[in-house]
């Protein structure tokens, strides 16, 4: 099948490249020469693993196409995504400039019947908006041409898109046309073969259905920062009680551990776009204002660990920090609790030096040169001549470390860890301090 995707980020890129290793044969669209010409020469901007060969590969069998011309995208297939970017307004909304621009483009050169899929993360009756847009458009051309807008939202995670995209846990479609529907069983049967994953239902519920799963995880996540909190205050230990209530079928095991707070391009942005978006019809969210409000606090509780133990003075210390990405497998920084950190540091007087196995470019370019960023290349550099540690993203290469040398090079022999991945016991044995994310303190 033909198949044209606008917007070549995350999702659309992932998108258009997993949908052309099935066979279709796909046409990404991007406003950004620059990047279209990367892509076609093979340089994929952002890191996601196996995403290189798949692109190359794809290209190279002449599957998967890149283009900056719109017309050319319109005119290539009847299927088209949106996978363009809704960044976030100032009031937490979602900005649907890029969603209506493309709307506009497809109303201007749709020469026949479009079926036009929404993949971004878009609020409830954005359908309905793209639909008025290009009904619009349509009219103004004194042109008449059937259409219809699904919403058929992506849930892959960063760092396991791939796999997140070509073994989906449910494909859901908000459609209320039966011809829609029938296409996009066609177009996802590669990936709906050992069950029936498809969910099909209206479009207003299929929009919601993506808010209601990121704002889900959010909660069970700031759910347990709030327990853990808890915990420390009460003697407990939150990993013993992550375990305890994991093991119960109805919680289960993900999406329960502690840290410090969610972040990245998805959770922040949702919860705040939803709530914003229950407001509008005049609905108080109790419950989704406690799960921002927890983790904006959350944010904060590496530092004021380190700030408490330094007794406020932190002018002149410098601090070793491993993991700059929001999670690991991805140089993504957006909302990264790293952020919060450096920012909170730099404010108390410290100097950082940081280590990230793939986000140092990224840390480069938001940070740019600065007499308190070191950026290293590797986790012993970030230690050396560095008062205390703080872990704040749980990259593979952080789980084993030389606690001796460590204990040997920290000024202060102390860990700050907002990932839990050490047992207590450990770190002490090597004489070193250790707190952590609702566990005792071992100091
Ligand atoms: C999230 C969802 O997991 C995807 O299903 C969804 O498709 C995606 O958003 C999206 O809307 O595009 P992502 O933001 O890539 O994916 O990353 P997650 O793995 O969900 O992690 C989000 C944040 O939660 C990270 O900061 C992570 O450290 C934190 N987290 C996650 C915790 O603090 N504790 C946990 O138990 C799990």
């Known amino acids: ?136 458009g349509l009219a103004q051309r004194g042109v008449q041409h059937p259409f219809d807008v699904v919403s058929n939202p992506e ?57 209601a799963a990121n704002a889900m995880l959010a909660t069970k996540i700031s759910f347990m920062n709030e327990i853990a909190n808890l915990a420390e205050k009460l003697g407990a230990n939150v990993e013993a009680v992550r375990r305890g209530i994991g093991s119960d079928p109805r919680i289960g095991y993900h999406f329960i551990y502690p840290g410090v707070g969610y972040g990245g391009s998805c959770f922040p942005k949702d919860v705040k776009a939803l709530i914003h978006t229950a407001k509008e019809v005049e609905f108080e969210p109790l419950l989704l204002n406690a799960v921002e409000d927890r983790n904006h606090a959350q944010r904060k509780v590496l530092f004021e660990r380190i700030h408490a133990f330094y007794n406020g003075r932190l002018e002149g210390k410098t601090i070793a920090v491993w993991g700059l990405a929001f999670k690991p497998n991805t140089d993504d920084m957006r909302e990264a609790p790293s952020r ?57 290469v952080f789980r084993a470390p030389d606690f001796d040398l460590l204990a040997a090079t920290l000024n202060d022999k102390m860990i700050f860890d907002g990932r839990n991945l050490y047992e207590p016991a450990l770190p002490a044995s090597h004489g070193l301090g250790y707190v952590s994310i609702g566990r005792p303190a071992q100091q």
């Not at 989906?168 to 709906?192: C, M, V």
């Not at 209206?202 to 929009?207: C, F, G, K, P, Y």
């Open 1 to 136: 099948m033909k198949v044209t995707v606008f917007g070549t980020g995350y999702v659309g890129l992932v998108q258009g490249a997993v949908l052309a290793d099935v066979g279709h044969q796909v046409l990404c669209v991007d406003v950004d020469e620059k990047k279209v010409a990367a892509l076609k020469a093979g340089q994929i901007p952002i890191h996601e693993p196996g995403l290189d060969a798949l692109v190359i590969n794809n290209q190279q069998l002449g599957r998967l196409q890149f283009t900056t011309d719109a017309a050319e995208g319109v005119a290539h297939s009847e299927v088209i995504f949106l996978a363009v970017g809704t960044p976030p307004d100032e009031d937490g909304s979602a900005d649907l400039q890029y969603v209506l621009a493309v709307a506009r483009t497809i109303a201007r050169h749709m020469d026949g019947p479009r079926i036009v899929i929404n993949k971004s993360t878009v609020p409830v009756g954005t359908a309905d908006k793209v639909s008025a847009v290009i009904a619009e």
């Open 340 to 396: 919060n950190l450096l920012e909170s540091l730099w404010a108390a007087g410290a100097k950082v030096k940081a280590y990230d196995p793939v986000a140092m470019k990224e840390a480069r370019r938001i940070y740019g040169e600065r007499m308190d960023l070191e950026l290293v290349d590797s986790p012993q550099a970030a230690v050396q001549g560095a008062d205390c540690l703080t872990i704040v993203t749980e990259w593979q």
């Open 155 to 211: 849930f892959l995670k960063e760092g396991a898109a791939l796999g997140d995209c070509q073994r989906p846990d449910r494909i859901i479609i908000g459609t209320s046309n039966p011809a829609s529907e029938s296409k996009l069983r066609e177009l996802y049967a590669p990936f709906n073969r050992n069950r029936d994953k498809i969910v099909v239902m209206d479009v207003r519920s299929a929009e919601l259905t993506k808010y």
